[in-house]
């Protein structure tokens, strides 16, 4: 089974920025897209953006807005969200996660095969 291993999540100030990274312990098909969800408290969790590791392709929720920016590297297994313009709105725990398919991230009746521990992302004003 692949098992995802997220770092870099911490505090910032309103404006910040924080890079996430999710290593995979494997390189597979069944992992081929790779990306992040978010959940605030008392709110459901979100899609916020997933690569397709395979082409590059890339998905971002509406409200990412052109801050976040999600990149990988093939050698290392990894992928990358860098969050900028950070708000307090922005507060979460935030989860990688990987599936085959984009879907997983584009439906919300859909939900990813692989999931990471988590690592919290606050913002303060």
């Known amino acids: 089974e692949v098992q995802l291993v997220e770092s870099g999540g911490g505090s910032v100030q309103a404006g910040g920025s924080l890079r996430l990274s999710c290593s995979a312990s494997e390189y597979s098909d069944t992992s081929a897209c790779m990306g992040w969800f978010r959940q605030a408290p008392g709110k459901e969790r979100e899609a916020v953006a997933v690569i397709y590791t395979r082409a590059g392709r890339t998905w971002y929720a509406d409200f990412v807005k052109g801050r976040f920016t999600i990149s990988q590297d093939n050698a290392k297994n990894t992928v990358y969200l860098l969050l900028n313009s950070l708000s307090p709105e922005d507060t979460a725990m935030y989860y990688c996660?990987?599936?085959?398919?984009?879907?997983?991230?584009?439906?919300?009746?859909?939900?990813?095969?692989?999931w990471g521990q988590g690592t919290q992302v606050t913002v303060s004003s």
């Open positions: 996660a990987a599936d085959s398919s984009l879907a997983a991230w584009e439906h919300k009746d859909l939900s990813p095969t692989y």
